[in-house]
Nanobody, 112 residues
Framework: VQLQASGGGLVQAGGSLRLSCVVS????????MGWYRQAPGNQRELVAD???????NYADSVEGRFTISRDNAKNMVYLQMNSLKPEDTAVYYC???????WGQGTQVTVSS
């Protein structure tokens, strides 16, 4: 299983980014997919996740600003991030829930 996240970058506060993650193998169609983030000195935290049926769940800190979605035909999961804040700065990872698989992540930096 390989996970390749992309779409990160440097953006000003209030801006938007769209993260993408492609997942190899059959695990994608079987698992809830999550986006996590880890800022320096902090633990990795769940940002949002989505079931195979498309039901979503968000951390309180991103509710109303971020939207997770998935394309089961393409084995891809997305995270649309709007109204970004400096505290959203972190490395973002996609991850099939309850699996040992993690990709390399993509850096998101929000300047004030």
């Amino acid at each position: 299983v390989q996970l390749q996240a992309s779409g990160g970058g440097l953006v000003q506060a209030g801006g938007s980014l769209r993260l993408s993650c492609v997942v190899s193998g059959t695990i994608f169609s079987q698992r809830r997919m999550g986006w996590y983030r880890q800022a320096p000195g902090n633990q990795r935290e769940l940002v949002a996740d989505i079931t195979t049926a498309g039901n979503t769940n968000y951390a309180d800190s991103v509710e109303g600003r971020f939207t997770i979605s998935r394309d089961n035909a393409k084995n891809m999961v997305y995270l649309q991030m709007n109204s970004l804040k400096p505290e959203d700065t972190a490395v973002y990872y996609c991850h099939p829930r309850k699996s040992p698989y993690w990709g390399q992540g993509t850096q998101v930096t929000v300047s004030s």
